[in-house]
């Protein structure tokens, strides 16, 4: 019995993972050891355990552990901050959608339909030209790049989760639980805030985590086409600053990109596992 309540492997070594890079995103700036940004002459592109750089260093001397605990805190940051704020706007856009119907649900999902219509990496590329500095010397004429990666990111995830939890919404407003509170009086406001939005959360936490993913490997993709964050200030930057020395430092690139696998796998794993349990309790109830 004590067998069948014990958590699944992956779901221990995915939470495992999560609280490591979650650390080191909170706590990476209180850890001993060499910064991101500093810069050891003596050391290029040095292999993993060398004395002082325990995964090695990449082509500037720059350590690949302290930049991989730095990076945590942007692609981390960016991706949880851009998903958060998507689920707050886009869960309530869809909740409201389903339950209010008539125009507003109309409106809605036109709005939904436009946004899904156009392609989400030249809505991200159009936000970074716009908003991004202009001048590659002087790039505080611009915003910030990760506001503008933040705004971007949530503007292509929003209609998403919108049509996610109008679907959920819909398929709970017909429940025979919350037909009998119709009956009984209860306000409009009480069945949404107790019946609909408590079985509805569920499902877009799921989609949170399959989305926190994507969004790290877009930023990546991004970086990639020297439109993400300054050289190895995030995984993915880490990634694109160092992809040319593939053929003579391959740990330069390889330990970001197994980091940025083993994050995304993580999160889809997690995703997965609360799909399936949200499965099984939608099909109890």
């Known amino acids: 019995m004590e067998h069948k309540n014990r958590p699944p492997l992956g779901l221990i070594l995915s939470g495992a993972w999560g609280a490591i890079c979650l650390f080191s995103a909170i706590f990476g700036n209180f850890l001993p050891g060499p910064k991101w940004d500093d ?46 704020i998507s689920l707050a706007i886009g869960g309530a856009l869809g909740i409201l959608a389903a339950y209010r119907r008539g125009w507003i649900d109309r409106v809605l999902s036109m709005l939904f339909n436009v946004m899904l219509s156009v392609p989400n990496i030249v809505l991200v590329l159009v936000f970074v030209a716009i908003f991004s500095s202009p001048d590659i010397s002087d790039p505080s004429a ?41 009956s009984i009086g209860m306000t409009r406001r009480s ?69 940025i696998a083993l994050t995304v796998m993580s999160l889809n794993y997690l995703a ?9 309790r939608e099909s109890r109830i």
């Open 191 to 259: 069945i949404l805030l107790t019946h609909i939005v408590p079985n509805v959360v569920p499902s877009l936490i799921s989609i949170y985590c399959l989305g926190a993913g994507l969004l790290i490997v877009v930023e990546g993709g991004l970086s990639v086409l020297g439109l993400g964050f300054d050289s190895g200030g995030s995984w993915g930057s880490m990634l694109a600053k160092n992809r040319n020395e593939l053929a003579f430092s391959p740990h330069t690139t390889l330990i970001p990109a197994t980091v």
């Open 272 to 280: 997965d596992y609360l799909r399936l349990r949200i499965d099984g």
């Open 39 to 84: 810069y050891d002459y003596e050391n290029f592109s040095s292999p993993m355990f060398t004395d002082g750089h325990f995964l090695g260093t990449d082509t500037d001397g720059q350590d690949i552990l302290a930049g991989l605990i730095h990076g945590a805190r942007t692609s981390l940051g960016v991706s949880l901050l851009s998903i958060t």
């Open 142 to 182: 611009g915003l910030p790049k990760w506001i503008v990666l933040v705004a971007s990111f949530t503007l292509i995830v929003i209609p998403f989760l919108g049509r996610v939890a109008r679907s959920s919404t819909l398929s709970w407003t017909g429940r025979e639980f919350v037909l009998v509170a119709e």
